[in-house]
């Protein structure tokens, strides 16, 4: 049974725990079933039929790009915020157009905590 998460799939054995050495990543079998032989599986080329592929040195650039920026799609008229509405972040936070240069700060510092991939060798050296 050479079945595992991630990337430790194919492994001999089945992995039952799997961990880092700070336990940011944590994996445990919860259970274990066998599936159907016509089991249908499903495939991101099908939820997302106009992705790119990007080498991992343009992720990073692009990453890169968006600390130096965060809000630049709102600066540069892709993103318009019409007068008296704001903008809605991911972690709740409400900013009008005026606000958003001052927040830049905070989201370079939520970039920064969030830099924490798997392989560790992926990871974007921020300034």
Do not use: W
Not at 11 to 31: Q, W
Not at 62 to 88: C, H, M, Q, V, W
């Amino acid at each position: 049974m050479p079945y595992g998460p991630y990337k430790f799939n194919g492994l001999p054995g089945l992995i039952m725990e799997l961990y880092d050495t700070r336990k940011d990543y944590y994996f445990n079998v919860i259970k274990s079933e066998k599936i159907p032989d016509d089991y249908k599986r499903h495939s991101l080329n099908n939820y997302i039929p106009r992705a790119i592929p990007v080498t991992q040195k343009d992720l990073n650039r692009l990453r890169l790009d968006l600390y130096s920026n965060p809000f630049k799609y709102a600066f540069n008229g892709a993103l318009t915020i019409p007068e008296g509405k704001k903008l809605l972040l991911d972690d709740g936070t409400v900013l009008s157009k005026e606000q958003l240069k001052p927040a830049e700060a905070n989201e370079r510092k939520k970039l920064k905590s969030f830099n924490n991939p798997i392989e560790l060798d992926k990871a974007v050296k921020y300034p």
